[in-house]
């Protein structure tokens, strides 16, 4: 699970939405709002509320852009009453401040998977200068004296208390990161923006000098060492809001040991129980378990400053998702029936070892209460399990509900002790042979039709899955067509037209043109930036141009929603195609709304963009893009002047790209350069666009298989957008104007990595609907893209698909939530069905579709890229 996606799921049953939409009306799981909150707003002072921030700030009063902040955390128990002593000090003092509004909040930000850099932090106090700040953390921390709350890991502690400093933006300021993010800024000695680094360890930035009033409190923090300690820590395992988990050995016998690491305060559970507290509940549970194969001994516990650790045995072997890479016959295109049967083999015992493990650990009393997939080590002769992490487990007499649990195999609320390890046995039954269990959190139906699509491609008992069901859904099982039972799809993928017309429908139903932040749910990003949900990738723009590709009904109201925010865009607004203007303005224009095209284009025109990435999604390959497409379609001259200027930056800055695929690789940069070349006929642009899809295929590697594929250093990636076949999307369309040895072998190795038969989610971008798009379009010869392969990833669509209002809908990133959005959903799913139909003519943005055999246009010959939509179809 990606750390963060689970915050958004409390506010909605259905869509990802932000936290603070929970308690926004000042009711909601949370409780009502801190008093504070609540409280009218004083004569001379102003309020705005910001995300999970409520600010308040005297009229009259300008703060600088940046300097020494104070931050003061708290625990669920003290917060009311930190905050009222903080807020009646600043409001005496005329001292802008702002705080977490609500205990729900607050509890978000110190969950166990919350942001680590952010974690703790309850108030932000903004000083006007130096010596103010250390005045009122001096005085704040005398007035908070014996009260606590979690250590910020991002800044520089003040004596004992919760008073925290750091040096930041006071305003809102961006620039672009190294990885072409879009992030906060601050102002360096030069006078440049660059990142304000927010990261969970405390840094003072290289062109400041720390003030003296901080020396004390940074030799208190280089006091606390390892040294005491009778263990070397020599790696991490992985980090949570709670704490660190490590790799070390004992310095007295030389053991290799696991040392967990719970962080006072923080990583809080559902039932406010922070990592200390789990922690020791862990440590209760081993040594209540001591002697069982299938559980780590514990070898010892100690503090270190503040920090509390549990030392336990080190377990040889490896987690049970990791062997999907190695045993799943549904990563290869046509899976033998010797591989399914061998690997169904493999799976019931797994499976029936697991039991065993579990039962073992009930005997003693002991309720697991978090199995999952990266919870079980399996050894490496695959002839034992042992069980991990305990922080979560009860003894049964306790009668504790679930609190911490992966979403894939999380019990419903009502199950307690035993039944909540049984749930989770059922899930690991479907998730051996298809892990998308994550989907019972939008509808535990699609257990059984998993069950029906499992027993369809392995040669496993129908008992085995049929207990399985019964046991998710609480009901009996059997095959989906049984008797009274309807499909549980109302219609399938690949049935065209009809499949367009639901998903239409879905994207329609679940739009609320009265909201002012987005207008379609999508992903998380939507919540990132500033007009997160009018954009191309995650907002409006992409789902109306999905809508429009594939002769789906409009939406007037939508179109107008676009075309309202968009008169005066948030400040902020990235520049980007995918995340800001440039998708916007480009997708307007396409929708027959020249002039405000025109004014976003002018918008990004005036915007800096020395600094801006050089990629596809976010940076200048992209903007170029559509400026090149506008200046097509409008006859503006200075838009195409801007675009070859962009290609001009972009060809300086691309060497220096870290990343490789289509969207935030050098591919992106050959995209533009090819389609510059069509239009300019330049062949420089060409070589260009050769050296920047080497550099990417420089990052590939070939697998065993022979599928080529992104290589990230802990995973190998084929998908759409920073994968393999991304880059294999722009190698149809540089072969189409030269010969290439090199690239031909490569695309050829490309196509074999989109014809896995499972991939994990069904995004455009990073899932199996990217592979759909690129097998439909790709010129590549030879076995693997004909329509019998096309056919088949479409079918494999229906795995991931749940019912939405009666209509067919995806998830999202992570699939614990549906997103009708283009980057992550169901309108990046309608895209790729649209452009496998018969005669289509939907396609990504600047990536028309291709015919076979592929004819080579004429330099400076048009494209379809620059025709509008409405234009092409009525013509």
Not at 242 to 259: I, P
Not at 587 to 593: I, S
Not at 750 to 761: G, K, L, M, N
Not at 801 to 816: D, K, R, S, T, W
Request: with cysteine.
């Amino acid at each position: 699970m990606i750390k963060g996606y689970a915050a958004f799921c409390d506010a909605d049953r259905h869509f990802y939405d932000a936290p603070h939409r929970v308690s926004a009306d000042g009711t909601g799981r949370g409780g009502v709002l801190y008093d504070a909150a609540l409280a009218p707003v004083p004569a001379g002072w102003q309020r705005h509320r910001s995300g999970d921030w409520l600010a308040l700030r005297p009229i009259d009063h300008t703060l600088p852009a940046q300097g020494w902040k104070i931050h003061v955390s708290a625990r669920l128990e003290n917060a009311e009453r930190i905050l009222a002593k903080v807020a009646e000090y600043c409001l005496t003092r005329s001292i802008a401040f702002k705080f977490v509004p609500s205990r729900y909040l607050l509890h978000n930000r110190n969950a166990k998977y919350a942001d680590r850099a952010a974690s703790g932090k309850f108030i932000t106090v903004y000083p006007a200068d130096d010596a103010r700040c250390h005045r009122i953390a001096d005085d704040l921390a005398a007035l908070l004296a014996g009260e606590s709350g979690p250590y910020i890991l991002s800044d520089l502690r003040w004596g004992e208390g919760p008073v925290y400093v750091r040096y930041g933006s006071f305003t809102r300021r961006h620039c672009y990161g190294e990885d072409g993010e879009l992030c906060p800024a601050v102002e360096d000695a030069e006078g440049r923006l660059v990142p304000d680094l927010r990261g969970p360890v405390f840094q003072i930035p290289a062109w400041l000098e720390a003030p003296a009033f901080l020396k004390p409190h940074l030799h208190a923090r280089a006091a606390v060492t390892l040294a005491d300690i009778p263990y070397t820590i020599e790696r991490a395992l992985h980090f949570s809001n709670g704490g660190g988990v490590y790799v070390g050995h004992d310095r007295r016998t030389g053991e290799k040991v696991v040392l967990k690491e719970g962080r006072p305060h923080a990583g809080l559970a559902a039932d406010g129980a922070d990592a200390v507290e789990r922690l020791r509940r862990e440590q209760a549970a081993l040594e209540r378990l001591a002697g069982l194969p299938c559980t780590p001994e514990v070898r010892s516990a100690f503090t270190l400053g503040e920090h509390h650790f549990l030392a336990m045995q080190f377990i040889e072997g490896k987690p049970l998702n990791s062997f999907f890479a190695r045993r799943h016959p549904l990563i290869e295109a046509d899976p033998t029936p010797e591989r399914l049967a061998e690997y169904t083999d493999w799976a019931l015992r797994t499976h029936g070892l697991v039991e065993e493990a579990v039962d073992a650990v009930h005997a003693r009393g002991v309720v697991f209460n978090d199995l999952h997939l990266f919870n079980i080590m399996v050894s490496e002769d695959e002839s034992s399990v042992v069980l991990l992490d305990f922080e979560a487990a009860a003894h049964i007499d306790e009668g504790r509900r679930q609190t911490v649990a992966n979403p894939a195999f999380v019990a419903p609320a009502h199950l307690r002790g035993f039944a909540v390890d049984r749930y989770a046995l059922a899930c690991l039954r479907l998730a051996l042979f298809l892990p998308l269990t994550s989907l019972f959190a939008l509808d535990r139906g699609k257990a059984r039709h998993l069950a029906d699509i499992a027993a369809e491609q392995f040669p496993v008992p129908r008992a085995f899955l049929d207990e399985a069901v019964e046991e998710i859904t609480g009901g009996p099982a059997g095959p989906e067509h049984g008797p009274g039972r309807g499909p549980y799809l109302p219609v399938r993928p690949a049935d065209w037209p009809r499949s367009r017309d639901s998903m239409a429908g879905a994207v329609l139903a679940s739009a609320t043109p009265e909201r002012e932040d987005r207008c379609f749910p999508g992903d998380i990003a939507q919540f990132a930036t500033p007009g997160g949900g009018l954009t191309f990738g995650y907002g409006t723009a992409g789902v109306l141009y999905a809508l429009a590709g594939t002769g789906a009904p409009p939406s007037p109201d939508a179109e107008e929603w676009l075309l309202r925010h968009t008169k005066e865009p948030e400040s902020g607004t990235p520049l980007g195609f995918y995340d800001g203007l440039a998708g916007i303005a480009w997708t307007l224009e396409r929708l027959g709304h020249p002039a405000r095209a025109l004014e976003l284009a002018e918008l990004t025109l005036r915007r800096p963009w020395e600094d801006i990435a050089p990629d596809l999604h976010s940076g200048l390959a992209g903007v170029g893009l559509a400026l090149d497409s506008l200046a097509a379609s409008t006859g503006e001259g200075a838009l195409r002047d801007a675009a070859l200027r962009c290609a001009d930056l972009v060809a300086r800055a691309a060497p220096g790209i870290t990343r490789a695929g289509l969207l935030h690789g050098s591919s992106g940069a050959a995209l533009l350069f090819i389609r510059l070349y069509e239009s300019h006929g330049d062949p420089a642009l060409l070589d260009l666009a050769a050296e920047a899809l080497r550099r990417d295929l420089d990052h590939c590697v070939t697998s065993a298989g022979g599928t080529l594929q992104v290589d990230e250093g802990w995973r190998t990636m084929p998908y759409l957008g920073a994968g393999s076949v991304g880059i294999g999307m722009v190698l149809d369309d540089y072969l189409a104007h030269r010969d290439d040895d090199a690239f031909e072998r490569a695309r050829r190795e490309i196509v074999r990595a989109a014809q896995a038969t499972f991939y994990a989610q069904p995004g455009l971008f990073r899932g199996a609907a990217g592979m759909v798009l690129y097998l439909s379009r790709t010129t590549t010869p030879g076995p693997g893209t004909g329509p019998f392969d096309v056919r088949r990833q479409i079918d494999a669509l229906a795995r991931h698909a749940v019912p939405y209002q009666g209509h067919l809908a995806f998830p999202g990133e992570q699939m614990m939530r549906l997103s009708m959005d283009l980057a992550t959903g169901t309108s990046g799913c309608l895209l790729a069905l649209g452009s496998a139909a018969p005669g289509a003519d939907a396609h990504l943005p600047f990536l028309p579709p291709l015919r076979r055999p592929t004819s080579r246009p004429h330099p400076g010959a048009a494209t379809m890229h620059t025709v509008p939509l409405k234009e092409r179809k009525s013509s």
